[in-house]
């Protein structure tokens, strides 16, 4: 398994044969480590261009939704390095002699307005050193996500702009993964307590990994 970092909100870190980063955020120091950035929208706290300067190097690869090809490109990224997804759209990749194998997901509120269907962003099952993971992005319990397949799942429990702990452990109950990893709760929204709350209810047999307090 890849050494997983959460630093806040869903800012993620998966470290392995290759450095991927996932919405970064309040990244403190620079790093400059990417081999790829995964963007899943533009809201502030998943889209922060001063961030992802502290992560990027000259050859790092972003695999953003189509509509943030623009935002990315204003940051002086290369066209070459910018990689534009789709919900239901597949691409694989390879950086440092390492195959990336990625499939871009809906992410989406069903009735509230923050993150609407239309706009085509994006959740991502990526699968490297022979481990898939599926980061959610910000979005509700969608059960059109139902047939993703992954060894590890990282999803929102906030509530408000997401699913809350209940609804994304019924849907986690469902989604069955290896392994489930809470995300979007304890800062900006949710309590710090919502980890545990959502551990839980979490059926026997799927390990929870609780990395934000």
Not at 59 to 77: A, C, H, R
Not at 123 to 143: F, I, K, P, Q, R
Not at 144 to 157: G, H, M, R, W
Request: include cysteine.
């Amino acid at each position: 398994m890849s050494d997983i970092r959460i630093n806040i909100q869903s800012s993620i870190r998966i470290g392995g044969s290759a450095t991927l980063y996932f919405d970064p955020l309040s990244i403190s120091g620079s790093n400059n480590d990417a081999d790829v950035v995964f963007i899943t929208h533009d809201h502030s706290d998943h889209f922060s261009p001063r961030d992802i300067e502290k992560v990027i190097k000259k050859d790092t690869k972003f695999v953003v939704p189509l509509s943030l090809k623009n935002n990315v490109s204003k940051m002086g990224i290369a066209d070459d390095n910018i990689i534009c997804m789709e919900p239901n759209m597949t691409k694989d990749i390879e950086v440092n002699s390492t195959s990336i194998h990625i499939e871009a997901v809906y992410a989406y509120n069903k009735i509230k307005p923050f993150h609407p269907k239309r706009n085509k962003w994006v959740g991502y099952v990526v699968t490297v050193d022979g481990e898939s993971y599926y980061v959610a992005g910000d979005t509700d319990a969608l059960d059109e996500n139902l047939s993703v397949k992954c060894d590890v799942a990282l999803v929102p429990i906030g509530g408000l702009f997401t699913m809350d702990y209940k609804d994304a452990a019924q849907w986690i109950n469902k989604l069955k993964p290896k392994k489930v990893i809470p995300i979007h709760y304890g800062s900006i929204i949710g309590d710090a307590s919502y980890g545990e709350k959502f551990k839980e209810l979490i059926d026997t047999g799927i390990e929870v990994e609780i990395l934000l307090s």
